[in-house]
């Protein structure tokens, strides 16, 4: 077996452990919680006789250890049981919110990776100039506001008294118009995109100014390519390792600011699912619901980690 592919097979080992340490964490932080689970199903009415009959049925009685393995038995066979609020099966609500949110994570990632590298590259070229400085000013701002103020700014322009343009709120599949999912997504993808696209912005510009004033760029000149031959196929094709790194992080973080996003432009994905999970003390959602953000955003990272390898085959992963 080749060094990359013994590297491969370790960084999928590390997941699978980093799984199993996470799903540790949310069963014992769910299990911490004040309340208890049968009396939350049954109502504060509820005999002393029925919530003891419904914890021996659900086993809460057990070792928690034994609890623990038969979730764990439970998540390996997609049988998560049903939530508490709602009374269907957990898979039936986790599956469909989590493919809108990775609807909304894919357009986000789109806008963050595309412009997000362009405006590095011009803002590398154009150092220490005005297009770099207005460059740079945009990314100061972008790092310093939380989503949840660009939101609620975007909303206000775009989505309300001032220029009603996209919708603030809801969700349209694209199998029903896709105009109307583009609009929809328009502007919870841009809350998110607007933070995350800074640190893109400023890892590529740092990379590439180094770049262009390497070695082997003064060399690729000297060869006579042309300026933008330089750019694209010497500097920004090196620059790009660590910006994947970055992007790779990005996606770990939006995972995060899902929840806040969603929340406020009533987004149907799976971080509202969350917080509704949590007011409602769904506990058998919520651990559902945040093993499958932490188990997105692992995998991302894995995915980041094969894409390098991709890119740069050179490196020595022994």
Do not use: C
Request: cysteine-free; glycine content about 8%; hydrophobic content about 50%.
């Amino acid at each position: 077996m080749s060094n990359t592919k013994q590297y491969i097979v370790k960084r999928f080992v590390y997941l699978l452990a980093t799984m199993f340490a996470v799903s540790v964490v949310i069963f014992g932080l769910a299990n911490a919680l004040p309340g208890n689970v049968a009396r939350t199903i049954l109502g504060s009415y509820a005999t002393e006789d029925k919530v003891n009959a419904l914890e021996a049925q659900l086993g809460l009685n057990d070792p928690l250890y034994v609890q623990y393995l038969d979730w764990l038995h439970g998540v390996l066979t997609l049988n998560l049981g049903n939530s508490i609020k709602y009374g269907q099966p957990i898979t039936e609500l986790v599956i469909p919110k989590l493919l809108n949110s990775l609807q909304l994570a894919g357009v986000t990632m789109v806008i963050v990776v595309t412009i997000g590298i362009a405006l590095g590259v011009v803002s590398a070229v154009k150092h220490n100039g005005r297009v770099d400085s207005v460059i740079s000013t945009f990314v100061y701002a972008g790092v310093s506001i939380p989503e949840f103020v660009t939101g609620l700014l975007l909303i206000l322009l775009l989505g309300g008294p001032v220029f009603s343009v996209f919708p603030a709120s809801g969700y349209v599949s694209p199998f029903e118009s896709v105009v109307g999912w583009g609009t929809h997504m328009f502007l919870p993808a841009l809350t998110l995109s607007i933070v995350l696209m800074t640190h893109v912005v400023r890892q590529t510009r740092s990379e590439m100014v180094e770049a262009l004033n390497s070695e082997y760029a003064d060399a690729a000149r000297l060869k006579g390519l042309s300026r933008q031959k330089v750019i694209i196929k010497h500097a920004l094709r090196n620059s790009l390792l660590p910006t994947i790194t970055v992007i790779a992080l990005n996606f770990g973080y939006l995972m995060g600011g899902l929840v806040v996003v969603e929340e406020l432009f009533a987004y149907p994905g799976i971080g509202r699912l969350v917080v509704g999970a949590i007011r409602n003390r769904d506990l058998p959602l919520i651990q559902a619901a945040v093993l499958v953000i932490a188990f997105t955003y692992t995998f991302g990272n894995f995915l980041a980690d094969i894409l390098y390898t991709r890119l740069n085959p050179q490196i020595d992963y022994s």
